[in-house]
């Protein structure tokens, strides 16, 4: 086996061509401990790319996995001259592998898939030759279907809609951002023009979500697209524990407001004069309904105490998400929450609860998340290991 901290590569795609043969297209494919994703995301896309004919290869970035996850890439890479790999020297998180791979792709465009998302290769084939046609084209933007794995993958609609393809004139940051404050569109699933990505893909501060300022890097730089046509079947619920957009959507509410102020930013000094007021009451209602859509997904995920907080929050703005009688038992509820989080901040190394609540903390909490495994009250021997907590409620 290769050391630990040693990235390692392979190019069969690239060695199969001839020196300074480029393909038309690079699929990046992102990945990180999940094989069995992997191994039907791969069958998908070598199967439908071949039988459309394109030129294109598949660079799946591998964040640091396991043994189970390399030998998925390695039989795929015997099986197809179109697979190549790159193993990180340890886990970059989503970004930095993402970062990686569309600097290191080959092809002339760039698209992007999750290990548990489906492109469709009719879509991204009209891509080549709309790059080709234009050369001041740097980005094709595009909706998705979204996939609920949790009813048998129901294809539960497009992510936005648009009456026809629109197009987006350098330096347009205003149309750019009207459009996505209009449609309330996440501009996430896009081609690029791979000799640009040094130029538009790169780091972006916490604050900001890195794909609006993404948007905005390409609006300075060329042309841009945002097709009607949706080219990926993307993974909306899943019914897998880790899921990045399921996590950011969760939390990521502050950080949307970022991004969209830093593209309206670059729209208000382009336009210093123009009627901002719209606009800015536009973002307001993106946040706020991104909030909401937050605090469902909380309640979901039985993440009481920030689900109660963040209804707290809208509150400010004289929004109700649930039912006064609901927020009733979410109080109780997040309090339950808060104070085994309170006790295990305070270093408590057993958690005592009272007969009445043991049972109920079994079948409410997420006691996974508190990394916690309480002791009722009945069955407590008095012994202690280290600090110990006594829960109960009135």
């Given amino acids: 086996r290769d050391r630990p901290m040693e990235m390692r590569e392979s190019t069969p795609a690239a060695a199969a061509r001839r020196p300074g043969q480029r393909p038309d297209l690079t699929i990046l494919l992102p ?5 069995t994703y992997l191994e039907t995301c791969l069958k998908h896309h070598v199967s439908h790319f071949d039988a459309a004919g394109l030129d294109y290869e598949i660079l799946v970035c591998d964040n640091g996995s396991g043994e ?7 039989r795929w890479r015997e099986k197809s001259p179109r697979v190549r790999s790159v193993t990180q020297p340890k886990n970059l998180g989503y970004l930095g592998n993402f970062y990686y791979g569309h600097r290191h792709a080959a092809g002339r465009i760039v698209v992007t898939t999750g290990d548990d998302d489906l492109l469709i290769p009719e879509s991204v084939a009209a891509y080549v030759a709309l790059f080709d046609a234009d050369p001041d084209l740097v980005m094709v933007q595009a909706p998705w279907f979204v996939m609920n794995e949790r009813e048998r993958n129901k294809i539960m609609g497009a992510a936005y809609t648009l009456d026809g393809p629109v197009e987006i004139a350098r330096g347009d940051y205003r149309r750019a951002a009207e459009l996505v404050l209009e449609k309330r569109i996440f501009p996430e699933v896009f081609a690029i023009r791979t000799d640009l990505v040094p130029e538009i893909i790169g780091p972006a501060d916490s604050t900001a979500y890195h794909f609006f300022v993404t948007l905005a890097r390409a609006v300075e730089a060329g042309r841009v697209v945002f097709s009607d046509r949706p080219h990926a079947i993307v993974t909306g619920i899943s019914r897998h524990g880790k899921h990045q957009g399921n996590s950011e959507t969760a939390s990521g509410w502050d950080m949307y407001r970022g991004g969209l102020e830093f593209l309206l930013g670059r729209a208000r000094d382009a336009e210093p004069d123009a009627d901002w007021s719209d606009a800015l009451r536009r973002l307001d209602a993106f946040v706020l309904d991104r909030m909401h859509v937050a605090v469902h997904m909380l309640l979901g995920a039985r993440a009481w105490e920030k689900a109660w907080y963040l209804c707290r929050r809208l509150r400010a703005y004289a929004h109700s998400v649930v039912a006064e009688n609901t927020m009733h038992e979410l109080l109780s509820l997040a309090a ?8 295990t901040l305070l270093g408590a190394q057993d958690v005592v609860l009272s007969d009445e609540l043991f049972s109920i903390y079994l079948n409410v909490i997420d006691l996974e998340r508190h ?22 409620m009135n």
Avoid at 31 to 35: G, M, N, Q
Avoid at 371 to 392: K, M, Q, V, Y
């Fill in 68 to 74: 189970a996850t390399e030998a998925v890439i390695a």
């Fill in 336 to 343: 339950m929450d808060a104070a085994l989080r309170e006790a």
């Fill in 371 to 392: 990394g916690c495994d309480p002791i009722c009250a009945s069955d407590w021997t008095g012994e202690r290991r280290g600090r110990t907590a006594f829960l109960s």
């Fill in 31 to 35: 990945t990180y401990e999940r094989p």
